[in-house]
């Protein structure tokens, strides 16, 4: 017989489940506490705000990109930085992809997403950590003498991730019309965009 999940698995499991499908905005603590079937009451002894729930869903619930750098800035191993970049960019465009439609309601509500980006500078955290991570992780690189001494890691970092977004976005635009945008295979797009970059700085 499965061992019954904790009260706060099951508040993130409902909350990934809401943030789905119907977006940051909309969704609440009230419905994801009625989802998860607690009390609000009981969700706010786990979680501080949504917010908080929020950026649990993104580190335990999706593809996060920052345990991958964690590993590729303390040893790369064998992998080449090309090979590197492109499992970032792979991770990423992952991240992103999942990530659109959950936030996405937000820019329609100027106050919610006032609200959320205060909530997000409270707990630490927002959109800028994964370039900053990428950015540690070539600063690094630089270091081991395998870029460029000049390289610009912030710059990289920044276009690697934006080609990652953008990828993500066009793809979420088009999809069900037929059209070509976003429709060649990701793997291929995460080595091109690595290999691009990476002539910039290798």
């Known amino acids: 017989m499965p061992t019954p999940k904790s009260t706060p698995a099951r508040i993130l499991d409902a909350a ?6 119907t977006g940051l905005a909309r969704t609440t603590t009230k419905e994801i506490a009625r989802a ?7 969700l706010y002894k786990h ?27 303390a040893d790369p191993g064998e992998r080449t930085v090309e090979e590197c970049l492109t499992a970032v960019a792979r991770r990423a465009m992952d991240l992103y992809a999942q990530t659109l439609p959950i936030a996405g309601s937000l820019f329609a509500e100027p106050a919610l997403l006032r609200r959320h980006r205060e909530g997000l500078a409270e ?3 927002g959109p800028h950590e ?14 081991r003498g395998r870029i460029r001494p000049d390289a610009d890691p912030e710059a990289a970092a920044a276009l690697l991730l934006g080609a ?6 066009f793809t979420a635009f088009s999809e069900g019309t037929g059209t070509e945008t ?11 965009v690595a290999r691009t970059v990476l002539r910039g700085i290798a």
């Open 16 to 21: 990934h489940e809401l943030l789905r499908t």
């Open 36 to 42: 998860a079937g607690c009390s609000e009451a009981a």
């Open 47 to 73: 979680f501080a705000n949504k917010e908080e729930i929020f950026v649990r869903v993104l580190k335990e619930r999706l593809p996060g990109v920052g345990p991958l750098l964690e590993e590729l800035t």
């Open 123 to 125: 707990l630490g955290t």
């Open 130 to 143: 994964p370039r900053d991570q990428l950015a540690r992780y070539l600063r690094r690189e630089r270091d």
């Open 164 to 169: 990652c977004f953008q990828r993500a976005f």
């Open 182 to 192: 976003g429709t060649e295979p990701t793997g291929d797009f995460a080595a091109e």
